[in-house]
């Protein structure tokens, strides 16, 4: 098997809500580094099985797709794209990037970028002035030149 048809497993038993099949696409060792949140960071396919379970239980019309992919060697790049409708009718949508090392036909780690998709929510000015701490009104330039 190739890094995609290992990625290929994971979406179909995904939009199958197949647990075990999901479960079964990662090792027993597998370790998750998500930087963004390093707290969410693991080591261990059971806590896979525990955040699947949580989630197709959550959203019973969960859907994966692979929106683009990227391979060098065994590692796999991928976009994905999360839909569905939470229990208490409410949207669920994530989008991100996953980067998974693949051996033996199972995924051994991956490096989590997947977030909520943010409805509305500031511009690119308001994000950006956010994320610096500048005021929602502060008026962003860029630094001079240099010539």
Known sequence: MTPQSTLARLVDATNQHDLEGI????????????????ARSFTGN?????????????????RLDLVAHAVSGATIWSELAMSGTRRDGVAHAMHGVM??????????????????????GP????????????????????PPSRS
């Open 23 to 38: 479960v079964a696409c990662f090792a027993p060792a597998y370790r998750l580094t998500d930087p963004v949140h390093p």
């Open 99 to 120: 980067i998974f090392e693949v051996d033996a036909d199972v995924i051994t780690t991956g490096r989590l970028f997947l977030q909520p998709v943010e409805a509305g």
């Open 123 to 142: 511009d690119a000015d308001g994000a950006v002035a956010a994320a610096v701490g500048a005021t929602a009104t502060a008026t962003l330039q860029a």
């Open 46 to 62: 059971e806590q896979v099985r525990r955040n699947w379970a949580a989630i197709l239980q959550a959203v019973p019309d969960l």
